[in-house]
């Protein structure tokens, strides 16, 4: 229990609900204009994304970590510090966190080729292209969450708002809809303040 705990605080679980409402919305736009619905595929979906989101958290720790950010903003007076603190206080090892992290990135690969097979190819896509902005948020070379000009707001519209919603409804269903698009607009936005 105690190391689960640990895992919770690590991987900042508890904004999770940010990734899979736009998830659960899109397989509601799936039943509501196309009366198609499959909890199993909406699991799926729901436990790559969740995964996917974790790890985007995680991995923005360990490169913010490699990269000195987390602790210039230990020492600045009016920085907000977003990371969970585990390698900069040192309560896991790199090793540990890294470990941890590339499991949740497996986990999410594995569901996104798992929903390649049942629902179609995009499915696959729209997770890929989310890891990609989850990985490059912060990695070098691009860290387009440090660019300003709008990289990073335009990304997590994308990450918590198209790619999730779009993507789940395609999952449902394996075709396109503008709608969706549409729907993914509001929470994605909404989204993108709470972080800006």
Do not use: C
């Amino acid at each position: 229990m105690e190391s689960f705990k640990r895992f919770m605080k690590a991987s900042r679980m508890r904004v999770i609900p940010v990734m899979l409402m736009p998830v659960a919305l899109g397989a509601l736009g799936a039943y509501v204009w196309d009366g198609v619905f499959d909890i199993w595929l909406l699991l799926l979906t729901l436990v790559g994304s969740g995964a996917a989101h974790l790890f985007s958290n995680m991995i923005n720790d360990l490169w913010d970590y490699k990269n000195g950010t987390d602790e210039a903003a230990k020492n600045t007076a009016d920085a907000i510090g977003t990371n969970s603190g585990y390698l900069t206080n040192g309560v896991w090892s790199m090793r540990t966190f890294a470990s941890v992290t590339w499991s949740l990135f497996a986990l999410a690969a594995a569901s996104g080729i798992a929903l390649a097979v049942l629902s179609g190819i995009w499915a696959f896509v729209f997770g890929a292209l989310g890891g990609l902005i989850a990985y490059f948020y912060v990695a070098p070379p691009i860290r387009f969450g440090y660019r300003g000009k709008g990289y990073s707001e335009f990304a997590i519209l994308l990450a918590f708002g198209v790619l999730p919603v779009l993507g789940s409804y395609y999952v449902q269903t394996s075709t396109f809809d503008y709608r969706a698009i549409l729907l993914s607009l509001p929470i994605g936005l909404l989204t993108t303040l709470i972080l800006f």
